[in-house]
């Protein structure tokens, strides 16, 4: 099973950035998102396709329907410049897609 | 506050052994599976092994299936990576992890991670 992301997103602060994971019906299994700054180890940001853990800002929501799972950044900030990674599980087997790294200029 | 830090990272042989451990703390180890993913370095994260809450299943990555082991130790709340027939292409940063509950597999806390290097 394989979970496709754009390499890399670019985004204004203050505007909305969207970074997607495609894979096979993705939409019948839950999708998780991780955040991860240089040096640093990930961060979950979003499990179960759209809850947000204690601690992550509102700005950050998910969605997951069809072959595509959406992770959702409103008002970007400077401090959400990362590297995304979405993660599904598919036959006792964890799967991460091959990340995206936001940009915000 | 959830705690899981790794040690036993270092330079390797191809060819050679290393055992990684992961001390766990800040919660009831034994609630939850563990797992072990790394990360090669400017690459993606990519899952290798976990283990259920008593031991009796584990399930592994294709690419270290009969060379990689992991073990917890509950009485201790530390997990381990014993990793055998090491390859270059097993240089990486290993992190420790915990699965969240739920019913499917994903990762609520992270530790530091630790550097595996292997190369001659």
């Known amino acids: 099973y394989e979970l496709t992301q754009p390499p890399s997103v670019s985004v204004s602060p203050g505007q909305t950035a969207s970074i997607t994971c495609s894979g096979d019906?993705?939409?019948?299994?839950?999708v998780y998102w991780y955040q991860q700054k240089p040096g640093q180890s990930p961060v979950l940001v979003i499990y179960?396709?759209?809850k947000r853990p204690s601690g992550i800002p509102e700005r950050f929501s998910g969605s997951n329907s069809g072959n595509t799972a959406t992770l959702t950044i409103s008002g970007t900030q400077a401090v959400d410049e990362a590297d995304y990674y979405c993660?599904?599980?598919?036959?006792?087997?964890?799967?991460f897609g091959g990340g995206t790294k936001l940009t915000v200029l | 506050e959830v705690q899981l830090v790794e040690s036993g990272g270092g330079l390797v042989q191809p060819g050679g052994s290393l055992r990684l451990s992961c001390a766990a703390s800040g919660f009831t180890f034994t609630d939850y599976w563990m797992s072990w993913v790394r990360q090669a370095p400017g690459k993606g994260l990519e899952w290798v092994a976990n283990i259920k809450q008593d031991g009796s299943e584990k399930y592994y990555v294709d690419s270290v299936k009969g060379r990689f082991t992991i073990s917890r130790d509950n009485a201790k709340n530390s997990l381990c990576l014993q990793m055998n027939s090491l390859r270059a292409d097993d240089t990486a940063v290993y992190y420790c992890?915990?699965?969240?509950?739920?019913?499917?597999?994903?990762?609520?806390?992270w530790g530091q991670g630790i550097l595996v290097t292997v190369s001659s």
């Open positions: 019906k993705l939409g019948d299994k839950y």
């Open positions: 179960q396709d759209n």
């Open positions: 993660q599904t599980w598919d036959s006792s087997t964890v799967v």
């Open positions: 992890a915990r699965e969240g509950s739920g019913g499917t597999t994903f990762f609520d806390y």
